[in-house]
T-cell receptor
Framework: DAGVTQSPTHLIKTRGQQVTLRCSPK?????VSWYQQALGQGPQFIFQ???????QRGNFPDRFSGHQFPNYSSELNVNALLLGDSALYLC??????????????FGPGTRLTVL | AQKVTQAQTEISVVEKEDVTLDCVYE???????LFWYKQPPSGELVFLIR??????QNEISGRYSWNFQKSTSSFNFTITASQVVDSAVYFC???????????????FGTGTLLAVQP
């Protein structure tokens, strides 16, 4: 049973560029959440997708956008990259509607470096 | 507002010592969930435990145990007889009750780096 997968593993970009990160959820999961983890900090919630729609959003600017596909996989897009966007980006998947908080399974992350 | 505080930035112990990682949380919700995750150097967050606000029973799983006290808003994690493989960053996290049926966002603390020396 494959867990959550993310690609690429590492990425180096320059300021002002755009980046797309990808996530495939664990089998049987339909909800994908994205987190940003700066060095030495805890992960910060960016947004969550279900049924191809953004359901919740954290305190991140509109430069951060996402998409969910019919097969539940998801993309995170960041436009006009800033140095401060350098971080580990984590994807987490879960199942909707179990009537309780289901655990979120995390992927290995994408390490983004902005120069 | 929700908040999780892990006051211990780094802890260093020698193998076989017991170690307790502290977690204090703030929330105005009466229904909430608490989690502990382990992050080894590889970066992937590994789920350890989930506890809801109505279940204050302590839990033990092998060498791991958790102490949940609503009176002090704490959810501490103890590793008994620590091993080198326990070396990692440990995060405590808080979540509100289910949001429209969806798993709600996790609010993480800043983590505690545990180094277990051989």
């Amino acid at each position: 049973d494959a867990g959550v997968t993310q690609s690429p593993t590492h990425l180096i970009k320059t300021r002002g560029q755009q980046v797309t990160l990808r996530c495939s959820p664990k089998s049987g999961h339909d909800t994908v959440s994205w987190y940003q983890q700066a060095l030495g900090q805890g992960p910060q919630f960016i947004f969550q997708y279900y049924e191809e729609e953004e359901r919740q959003r954290g305190n991140f600017p509109d430069r951060f956008s996402g998409h969910q596909f019919p097969n539940y996989s998801s993309e995170l897009n960041v436009n006009a990259l800033l140095l401060g966007d350098s971080a580990l980006y984590l994807c987490a998947s879960s199942r909707l509607g179990l009537g309780m908080i289901d655990e979120q399974f995390f992927g290995p992350g994408t390490r983004l470096t902005v120069l | 507002a929700q908040k999780v505080t892990q006051a211990q930035t780094e802890i260093s112990v020698v193998e076989k010592e017991d170690v307790t990682l502290d977690c204090v949380y703030e929330t105005r919700d009466t229904t909430y969930y608490l989690f502990w995750y382990k992050q080894p150097p590889s970066g992937e967050l590994v789920f350890l435990i989930r506890r809801n606000s109505f279940d204050e029973q302590n839990e033990i799983s092998g060498r791991y145990s958790w102490n949940f006290q609503k009176s002090t808003s704490s959810f501490n994690f103890t590793i008994t007889a620590s091993q080198v493989v326990d070396s990692a960053v440990y995060f405590c996290a808080l979540s509100e009750a289910s949001y429209g049926g969806a798993t709600n966002k996790l609010i993480f603390g800043t983590g505690t780096l545990l180094a277990v020396q051989p």
